[in-house]
């Protein structure tokens, strides 16, 4: 795709051009256009395929995203979250800004042959085609890359369960994978099956790594690295060859039925929420602090931000970014599949209070989510197919 080409995935609310002036924008010299092309995709990639949108000129003198292999972190939607609901067209989504708050609608085609397997930090969907190829998908850009067969990393007697589809959602969720810090490796990570896989786009095979025991931790890519929590402690998977070490020592119970560990990506920082019931639920958090391989306690996310957690994965978000009093800092909202929120919807860290249902019925708010908490609680819950999925409505005026 040549430099005067199409920018790219479409993308719906692109900013249309400036009418005043507009032959002297278009004709600016590619010095400055450059410096501002290459500060708009330092910011934001959806900003820059918008930069490349406006006219020919700008898109001569602007990189092409296709030009580059797609693990190239710059033309990455890091702060896009995939929402789950239906929209206009089976093969259309919409994606929120976790750092502004915007919505998009994306056609994705390629969402006719492929299941969604995970949402990586990076903001690129991990698919599988036929129950049998892994890619790598850049929503925005539509960089796909080819990964090795998902059979050269399940062992043949596990193969049946690629047809099991009532169970393919949770056996195959995805969530903690994403690229390595080298830039140029893939980690795949399938919790329920405890295993992880390493390969870069274009290996014959996975390298495969079992976890040690079973595991009560939503695991997470952090930086750049694989981290999960296991009897030993928050666990680090070091490459050459994959293995996992100890980053932080553990002083909690993670090993009982009714206790689990999650970390988080809060804002930049990593956490660990320890999630336990003795009598009542109750949740601690806890920095993980890599320098000196400790966890801290903490009674604070952060005033002005809130954290969805599921069993899989979690998201961290700002809360000035939402309308006034649609969620409140310094609170852990469920997502539909924490076993807890048949009880309770949020649990307010500042006083350890709950935020109750108040006749709440949980099976319509996932069907037909109203309010923007149900709305983020649901894109990080696994396990509803996607067909009992409705339309939402609450954050189209962001």
Not at 115 to 123: F, K, M, N, Q, Y
Not at 301 to 315: D, H, I, K, T, V
Not at 366 to 373: A, E
Request: proline share 6%; hydrophobic share 40%.
């Amino acid at each position: 795709m040549g430099p005067g080409s199409a920018p790219g995935r479409p993308i719906s609310l692109i900013c249309s051009p400036c009418r005043v002036r507009r032959r002297d924008w278009a004709n600016l010299s590619d010095g400055p256009m450059g410096i501002i092309a290459e500060r708009v995709l330092a910011y934001d990639i959806a900003d820059f395929l918008r930069f490349r949108a406006v006219c020919r000129p700008w898109r001569r003198i602007s990189m092409d995203p296709r030009a580059h292999g797609g693990l190239d972190r710059r033309f990455h939607p890091r702060r896009w979250v995939l929402l789950r609901e239906r929209l206009a067209t089976p093969n259309r989504r919409r994606f929120l800004n976790s750092s502004t708050g915007e919505c998009i609608h994306v056609d994705i085609p390629e969402l006719r042959e492929h299941e969604v397997l995970a949402l990586t930090p990076e903001g690129l969907l991990v698919l599988l085609h036929n129950q049998y190829h892994v890619r790598l998908l850049n929503p925005l850009t539509s960089q796909l890359m080819q990964l090795p067969p998902i059979t050269m990393l399940l062992p043949s007697e596990d193969h049946h369960r690629l047809s099991d589809r009532y169970n393919f959602g949770t056996n195959f969720a995805a969530w903690g994978s994403g690229i390595a810090d080298d830039d140029s490796t893939v980690v795949l990570c399938f919790y329920r099956l405890r295993m992880l896989g390493v390969a870069k786009p274009g290996d014959d095979r996975w390298t495969l790594l079992k976890f040690p025991d079973p595991l009560r931790t939503v695991p997470l890519m952090f930086s750049g690295r694989f981290y999960c929590v296991n009897l030993n402690g928050v666990m680090v998977l070091r490459m050459s060859p994959p293995r996992l070490e100890v980053a932080a020592k553990l002083h909690i119970q993670v090993s009982r039925e009714g206790y689990s560990a999650h970390l988080v990506d809060n804002g930049g920082e990593l956490m660990l929420v320890h999630r336990r019931r003795w009598h009542r639920w109750s949740y601690d958090v806890y920095r993980v602090d890599l320098a000196t391989g400790d966890l801290v306690a903490v009674n604070s996310l952060g005033r002005e931000r809130a954290l969805f957690m599921g069993m899989y994965c979690s998201l961290s978000v700002p809360i000035e970014i939402f309308p006034s009093g649609s969620m409140s800092g310094d609170t852990i909202y469920l997502s539909f599949d924490a076993g807890e929120r048949d009880d309770f919807e949020a649990y307010h860290l500042t006083d350890r209070s709950i935020t109750p249902h108040d006749g709440y019925n949980l099976r319509e708010s996932v069907m037909l989510p109203h309010t923007i908490v149900d709305c983020l609680a649901l894109c990080i819950t696994v396990g509803y197919e996607e067909h009992t999925i409705g339309y939402g409505e609450d954050l189209d005026d962001f």
